[in-house]
C-alpha cells in the first residue's frame, strides 16, 4: 500500500519583522513542497505607501528579496515554490528585485516570478465613489468622503485564484500585493489537488491550514500561555508545516530537532487568535466554521485537524485603507524606590498642569504606570507601595504637530524641576510620530476580480 | 445550592488575544476537557462586562464546544487600536492574562485542589 499523497505547505515569516533564520532553515531542515511567507498586517500597507511615495523603487518588504537571495539556490535544486504577499504596495518592484537576486546567483532562465496585480484600487477610489460605492467604515458606518483627502493606501483583499493562476503557469515564486494571509497556503493546496471553488469543506480547511500557519511560530510554542516553562528551544524555534491530503484533512507539525512545540494547546491558542465569530471565519476564498474543526495528537510534535466545514463565499471582498490621521508621542521617565508609584504621579500631575498653563490641545492624554497597571488597568489592583521601581509613560495625540512638539520638550524638565529620584531618560526626548489609521470597508468583489492580472517574469 | 468557593480562571483556562481594529478578542481554553461546563456556565458575557468595567464598552461571547473554549469580543477596549492607540497593549496582546484573573465559583474540592497545587 502507498502512503497517501500529502503536500507541505511551511511557514518562513509570520509578519514583517519575523525571524530572519525561519526561511533558511524551512527550507534546508527537511522535506517542504511550499514555502509561504506572509508579511502584510493592517497598517504595513500604509507604511509601505509612505515609503514608496518617498522613492517610486520602494513599497514592498526588502527584507523578501534578500530571504529569497538565500533561500533561491536551495529552492531551485529541491524544487520548493515559494508564496508570499512581500509585495505590499509595490509587487512589481519586489518581483523584479528577486529576478535580479537570482541574476546575481546565477540562477537566470532556472527562475520563473509569477506577479500578482489589482488589488491596488487607490487610483480607482473616485471612480468607485461615483459609481455609488460607498467603501463605509465596516465598524463606525462613517462614509468614505470624511477622509477622501487624506487617504494614502487602498487594497482590496484578494483570494487564492491569483495564487493558483500563477502557479498553473509555472511560476517558482508567486509574489503579490494584499492577498489573504490564508490564501498563501490555499493557493498551493488548490493548485496541488484542484479542488473547486464551491468543494466548500475543501476550501475551509485549507483556510483554517492558512490560518494556524501564518503567524509562524505562533503555532509551534512561541508566545504559548499554557506550561509556558515547559516549552523548551525556543532559541531554535520550529516554524510550522501542515501536511495536507487530498480530502483536506491535514497534520501541524515542524522540522525534527527544532525547538517549541507542536500540541493540541499551541495550535488552540493560535485558533482563537484574532477571532470575532467562530461559525464564520470569513475570506475571499470562503466562509470557514471553526466550531466544526477536530483536533489530536497524533505523535510528538503532530497535529492532526479534520472534520473542517464550509460554506460559500461571500459577494464582498473586504478594502484596507490607510488615511493620515495626526500626530502622537510617548515619553518616559523611571522612579525608584522608595514611593516610586507616588512620585511618578506627581510627576504627572506637574506635567499635565504644566501642558495646560501652556494652552496646549490634545485629542487625548494618557498615563500608565508601567510597573503598576500599564497592562491590565484597575485590574492589577493597588500599586505596591514598596515597588522597586515604576515607569511613567504619557502618551498624547492631537490633530496638528506643534503641540505633540511641545508636549515632547515637556519631559526632561522633571527631571530637574519635579520629583526625585527619577532616572532613565537617556534615550532623549520623544519622536513625533505620524498616526496613518486604518479604515476597514466591504466593496463587490465584481469591481476587483476582473482587475486581477498574473504575469510570468523570467531572470 | 451546592458547597463553592472561588477560583481564579487562571487556574481552569488559558488563554490567547488579538485585535481587529478598536475590538480586542480573547479565546479562552480549558485547560482540562471537564473545566469547560464549568467556564460555560460561569464565564457568562454579564461576568465578563462586570470584569472588564471601565475598560471596554461591550461584551460578546461565542462557543466553540469542540476545542473546549470560548471567545469574547471585548469592543472599545484598545482605545482607538492600531496606530490610533496611546496605549502600551494597543493591539490587546495581553487581555488574555487580563481575563484570568476573573474569579469564578467552583465546587468547594475542586478549588481547594487546584489552589492548593498552585500554591508556592
Partial sequence: ?459 | MSDTEPLQLRYLAHARSGDKGDTANVGLIALEPDYYPILLAEVTTERVTEHFRGMVNGVERFELPNLHALNFLLHGALDGGGTVSLKTDAQGKVYSTALLRLEIPVPATLARRLGAAAAP
Fill in chain 1, 1 to 459: 500500500m502507498t502512503e497517501p499523497r500529502v503536500v507541505r505547505v511551511a511557514a518562513g515569516q509570520g509578519f514583517w519583522g519575523d525571524w530572519l533564520e525561519a526561511p533558511f532553515r524551512q527550507v534546508t531542515d527537511g522535506p517542504i513542497d511550499y514555502l509561504m511567507m506572509d508579511y502584510l498586517a493592517e497598517v504595513t500597507m500604509s507604511i509601505m505607501q509612505k515609503q514608496k511615495s518617498r522613492d517610486p523603487r520602494l513599497g514592498y518588504a526588502r527584507d523578501f528579496p534578500q530571504v529569497m537571495e538565500r533561500i533561491l539556490p536551495a529552492i531551485a535544486e529541491k524544487g520548493i515554490r515559494v508564496t508570499s504577499n512581500a509585495g505590499g504596495v509595490n509587487p512589481r518592484g519586489c518581483a523584479e528585485a528577486v529576478l535580479e537576486a537570482a541574476r546575481r546567483l546565477g540562477l537566470a532562465g532556472r527562475i520563473r516570478v509569477g506577479l500578482v496585480t489589482g488589488d491596488d484600487i487607490l487610483d480607482r477610489l473616485d471612480d468607485l465613489l461615483a459609481r455609488g460605492h460607498e467603501l463605509r467604515d465596516m465598524d463606525t458606518g462613517r462614509p468614505l468622503t470624511e477622509i477622501r483627502d487624506r487617504i494614502l493606501s487602498a487594497n482590496a483583499y484578494i483570494g487564492m485564484e491569483a495564487i493558483v493562476r500563477a502557479l498553473a503557469e509555472g511560476a517558482d515564486v508567486v509574489v503579490t500585493g494584499r492577498v489573504t494571509d490564508t490564501g498563501l497556503t490555499l493557493g498551493p493546496l488548490v493548485h496541488e489537488f484542484g479542488w473547486r471553488a464551491d468543494d466548500y469543506d475543501r476550501i475551509a480547511a485549507g483556510t483554517v491550514a492558512g490560518h494556524i500557519i501564518e503567524c509562524g511560530a505562533q503555532c509551534s510554542g512561541g508566545n504559548l500561555l499554557r506550561n509556558w516553562r515547559s516549552v523548551r528551544g525556543l532559541e531554535n524555534p520550529g516554524f510550522p508545516i501542515v501536511e495536507v491530503a487530498a480530502d483536506g484533512a491535514f497534520t501541524v507539525t515542524k522540522h525534527p530537532g527544532t525547538g517549541g512545540v507542536v500540541s493540541v494547546p499551541s495550535v488552540s491558542e493560535q485558533l482563537v487568535y484574532e477571532m470575532g465569530d467562530p461559525r464564520s471565519y470569513i475570506t475571499p476564498d470562503g466562509v470557514a466554521d471553526f466550531t466544526t474543526i477536530a483536533l489530536a495528537q497524533e505523535g510528538r510534535d503532530r497535529v492532526r485537524v479534520s472534520g473542517v466545514r464550509g460554506a460559500p463565499r461571500t459577494g464582498m471582498l473586504k478594502v484596507s485603507i490607510a488615511y493620515f490621521y495626526g500626530y502622537k508621542a510617548v515619553g518616559t521617565l523611571v522612579y525608584a524606590w522608595p514611593d516610586a508609584f507616588e512620585k511618578a504621579r506627581e510627576a504627572d500631575r506637574i506635567l499635565r498642569a504644566r501642558l495646560a498653563a501652556l494652552g496646549l490641545e490634545f485629542e487625548q492624554i494618557l498615563t500608565e504606570y508601567v510597573g503598576a497597571n500599564a497592562t491590565h488597568g484597575a485590574l492589577a489592583g493597588p500599586p505596591n507601595p514598596e515597588a522597586p521601581e515604576i515607569q511613567l509613560r504619557v502618551g498624547v495625540r492631537a490633530r496638528e504637530k506643534a503641540p505633540v512638539e511641545r508636549f515632547t520638550r515637556e519631559i526632561a524638565p522633571l527631571v530637574l524641576t519635579g520629583p526625585p529620584s527619577v532616572t532613565g531618560f537617556a534615550g532623549g526626548r520623544p519622536q513625533v510620530e505620524e498616526i496613518v489609521a486604518y479604515w476597514p470597508a466591504l466593496v463587490d468583489r465584481r469591481e476587483i476580480e476582473p482587475h486581477v492580472r498574473v504575469e510570468i517574469l523570467a531572470a
